[in-house]
T-cell receptor
Framework: AQSVTQLDSHVSVSEGTPVLLRCNYSSSYSPSLFWYVQHPNKGLQLLLKYTSAATLVKGINGFEAEFKKSETSFHLTKPSAHMSDAAEYFCVVSDRMDTGRRALTFGSGTRLQVQP | GAVVSQHPSWVICKSGTSVKIECRSLDFQATTMFWYRQFPKQSLMLMATSNEGSKATYEQGVEKDKFLINHASLTLSTLTVTSAHPEDSSFYIC?????????????FGSGTRLTVV
C-alpha cells in the first residue's frame, strides 16, 4: 500500500526567505510524485512532478523538489518566498496497485503562510 | 495546456433536492475522470473513478446511489448528488489525466462548493 506523510500541517515564513515543505512517502512499486498548490476555494494546480527521470525536478513559480529514494522523501523548496505563495500545498503519490490500476494518494496538506 | 472546466463553482440547495455538477475537459479527451471530496482544512478524498461509456468505480464507503456519476462522452463527466442533506455540504473537485497514464499528472477543475440548507 502507498502512503504520503506531510510532516508539517502549517509552515510560516517571512517574505524573501526560503521555503521548505516536507513530504515522505511509502510505495511498493516505482511511484510518481507530484506537488500541487491550492488557493482558497480553488482547484489544484500542478507545481511539479517526478516520473523516474531526473531526481531534481523544477516546477513553476520557482519551486523545485528532489526525489531521494534512500530517504523516501520528496521535499518542496523555494529559495525566496513571495506573498502570493501563501496557499495549501499537497504532496501526492501515484503508484500501480496490486490490481494493476493506478491510484493517487494525497498527503494531508501543508498550509504555507508568508509574513510581510 | 490541458484544461478542466467544472461548473457550477458554488451552489446552495434545499435538503432533499438533487444537484448536478459538470466536469469538462476543454482541449483534450478524457476516457477517465476522477471525483474528489474535500472537507474544510482536510485533504482530498477520492470518491469515484468515472469511465467513459461504462459504470463508475466507487471507493469504499461512497454510496453509489447517492452520488450518481455519468460519463457519456470523452469530454464530459457529471456527478449528481441525489436527495442532498446538510452532511453532503462539501467542496467537490474533479480531475482528468491528459494521456490516461497518470504519470503525466492530473488536471483539476476549479471545484464546486456545495451547501445544503
Amino acid at each position: 500500500a502507498q502512503s504520503v506523510t506531510q510532516l508539517d500541517s502549517h509552515v510560516s515564513v517571512s517574505e524573501g526567505t526560503p521555503v521548505l515543505l516536507r513530504c515522505n512517502y511509502s510505495s511498493s512499486y516505482s511511484p510518481s510524485l507530484f506537488w500541487y498548490v491550492q488557493h482558497p476555494n480553488k482547484g489544484l494546480q500542478l507545481l511539479l512532478k517526478y516520473t523516474s527521470a531526473a531526481t531534481l525536478v523544477k516546477g513553476i513559480n520557482g519551486f523545485e523538489a528532489e526525489f531521494k529514494k534512500s530517504e523516501t522523501s520528496f521535499h518542496l523548496t523555494k529559495p525566496s518566498a513571495h506573498m502570493s505563495d501563501a496557499a495549501e500545498y499537497f504532496c501526492v503519490v501515484s503508484d500501480r496497485m496490486d490490481t494493476g490500476r493506478r491510484a493517487l494518494t494525497f498527503g494531508s496538506g501543508t498550509r504555507l503562510q508568508v509574513q510581510p | 495546456g490541458a484544461v478542466v472546466s467544472q461548473h457550477p463553482s458554488w451552489v446552495i440547495c434545499k435538503s432533499g433536492t438533487s444537484v448536478k455538477i459538470e466536469c469538462r475537459s476543454l482541449d483534450f479527451q478524457a476516457t477517465t475522470m476522477f471525483w474528489y471530496r474535500q472537507f474544510p482544512k482536510q485533504s482530498l478524498m477520492l470518491m469515484a473513478t468515472s469511465n467513459e461509456g461504462s459504470k463508475a468505480t466507487y471507493e469504499q464507503g461512497v454510496e453509489k446511489d447517492k452520488f450518481l456519476i455519468n460519463h457519456a462522452s470523452l469530454t464530459l463527466s457529471t456527478l449528481t448528488v441525489t436527495s442532498a442533506h446538510p452532511e453532503d455540504s462539501s467542496f467537490y473537485i474533479c480531475s482528468a489525466s491528459l494521456t490516461g497514464d497518470t504519470n503525466y499528472g492530473y488536471t483539476f477543475g476549479s471545484g464546486t462548493r456545495l451547501t445544503v440548507v
